[in-house]
Nanobody, 125 residues
């Protein structure tokens, strides 16, 4: 099992920044990639960003490209999501997730095996 705990959410004005963290524990050696997803009220959960756990490319949703950056610190078993130039439409509950399977489509919710509880991000206009 892998446990994931998100932190760093909060209330910020439009144009501001936040950095989310996701600390992984347990069988972290089984992780292939980590992703961030978000879910706004009344909407489906959607992909935000993903990164290989031990290297490789980062992937982003078009809506966040150029504003969000995903990174990892393997020594701390932590993945980050730096969010800049935030917009009201970024308001959502943000989840991190862990994927254990090589060669899967990291944009898909169904490809992730473990999920955190989420951290709320609210952007005021």
């Amino acid at each position: 099992q892998v446990q994931l705990v998100e932190s760093g959410g909060g209330l910020v004005q439009a144009g501001g920044s936040l950095r989310l963290s996701c600390a992984a524990s347990g069988r972290t050696f089984s992780i292939y990639a980590m992703g961030w997803f978000r879910q706004a009220p009344g909407k489906e959960r959607e992909f935000v960003a993903a990164i290989g756990w031990r290297g490789g490319s980062a992937y982003y949703a078009d809506s966040v490209k150029g504003r969000f950056t995903i990174s990892r610190d393997n020594a701390k078993n932590t993945v980050y999501l730096q969010m800049n130039n935030l917009k009201p439409e970024d308001t959502a509950l943000y989840y991190c997730a862990a994927n254990r399977k090589y060669g899967t489509n990291l944009y898909l919710i169904s490809e992730y095996d473990y999920w955190g509880q989420g951290t709320q991000v609210t952007v005021s206009s």
